[in-house]
Every structure is written in C-alpha cells, then in structure tokens.
C-alpha cells in the first residue's frame, strides 16, 4: 500500500550558527550531549531513500532543516542524493530552510545547475528585537493548560533525524529535551496517529498547541516550567547519552 503525506522535513543537523532564544528545536543549548553529533550522514540519507521507494512513499514536498542545514558539511552531497526522489516521482520538491546567514547561494552553485533550479529555497532570518516571541520553554501541563495538537502534523509532517524519525519537529526536541527516547521510531511510519498512540501526550509538554496561551518573551522570562526543567537538570548532571541512531 503506498505513503502519501503533504510534507515531511528531514532535520540533517541540529548545529547551527545562530544562538535564537526562541528555538522550537532548542538548537542554543549547545551543551547538551545529543547535538554533539547530529549530523546525518550519507549512509543514513542512503537509507532513508531506499525505505521511501521501497514502501512506495509519496511525498508532496520534503523540507531539509536543522539547526543550519547550509553548516552541514556534506550538504551538497545530500541535496545532488535526495534530487534522485524527485525523478522518480516519490517526491514533489526539495525545500532547503535557511537562516540566511550562510552562504546557501554558492551551495546552490557548487551542485548540477538542473537540481540547484528544482530545490526551493526558503529563509527563515531570525527575527527583529522588536517582533514578539513566544516562550518555548513552558509546558502547557504545568500551565493548567489542555494538551492540544497543533497544525504541524498536517502542515510540516514526520521528521527524520540522526536519531530516526519523530512525529514533529517541535515535538521531537521536547522529548529529546526530557530524555523521553521512547518517540523515536526506525522504520518510516505509515500512520503518525497508529505509530504515536501517545502523541497527545507530547503535545501537553509542547508550547506550539498552546501559542495563544503563552506569554511573549518581552513579558516574562523564558525560563522552563517544571517539567521540562526536570529533564533538562538531568542532562545537566551528566546523564549519560548512548542513543541507537537511525
């Protein structure tokens, strides 16, 4: 039976050249164990490919993201690869999400100019002091707050990532973030609600369901709530990381 999703983002990287506040992926907390080595090799993005034509998966858009995908050191090499998907149908296009900062148009240069003209850029520039943010760091639980899916499922997808996949983007960093490894998954999955039974779960430690709901960061600190604060002081005392990848 074929996979079809709308778009699915593929997280080669959590490294990124910008330190924002406001991080869905949390990609300032550089210190954590887990960013040390969440590039995704070739060999992954091999593997990813074969599993897409193998379970005939259909795909309307597929975004590469990090952190800075334009910082991963095999970038070129990865977007050449994932343009074989595209010719054979299984997927629409090819997004490249940058911050802007680096250099994405000597990139796109460097790489066949028939795939450099099929990949859609879109940047994603950090935003003015002036714009309002919203705090990420308060769980909606320990808010009173109901657990709500956002629009993420249906608009950006599963993610892929180093580690495997994850049932989104922002979801996948507030479990990361709690040491709750059990949302990860190794196989491409043919249902997000059947693979992830518990996903509403998340979404009650995930501030993205709750947006009009939480303050902005020029209203209060930014500081974690409860439970996210619980799994973060883990890490903080040198929780030892030893995670199977994808």
């Not at 193998?54 to 050191?73: A, N, Q, S, T, Y």
């Not at 343009?83 to 911050?99: A, C, F, M, P, Q």
């Amino acid at each position: 039976m074929s996979i079809h999703m709308n778009s699915m983002e593929l997280e080669i990287t959590l490294k990124c050249n910008l330190l924002c506040d406001s991080c869905d992926r949390h990609c300032n907390f550089v210190d954590l164990p887990y960013f040390k080595d969440s590039d995704m090799t070739l060999e992954q993005i091999d593997k990813f490919k074969k599993e897409v034509v193998e379970k005939d998966v259909h795909l309307g858009r597929l975004r590469v993201l990090g952190g800075e995908p334009c910082i991963h050191p095999n970038v070129r090499e990865i977007l050449i690869s994932l343009h074989d998907l595209t010719k054979s149908g299984n997927v629409g296009r090819v997004e490249l999400i940058t911050n802007g900062i680096s250099d994405h148009e000597k990139i796109l240069k460097s790489i066949p100019e028939e795939i450099a003209k099929a990949t859609k850029v879109r940047k994603s520039p950090p935003k003015k002091k002036e714009e309002k943010h919203r705090c990420n760091l308060l769980a909606p639980v320990d808010l009173g707050l109901p657990a709500k899916p956002c629009i993420a499922l249906t608009r950006c997808g599963i993610i892929l990532n180093a580690w495997g996949y994850w049932p989104c983007g922002s979801g996948g960093s507030v479990a990361r973030l709690m040491g709750d490894w059990g949302y990860v998954r190794y196989e491409f999955p043919s249902d997000v609600h059947e693979t992830w039974p518990t996903l509403t779960t998340l979404c009650g430690y995930c501030y993205q369901g709750n947006r009009g709901h939480m303050p902005f960061e020029n209203e209060t600190d930014n500081i974690p709530t409860r439970s996210l604060w619980k799994g973060m002081t883990k890490w903080l005392k040198g929780r030892r990381f030893k995670q199977r990848r994808y």
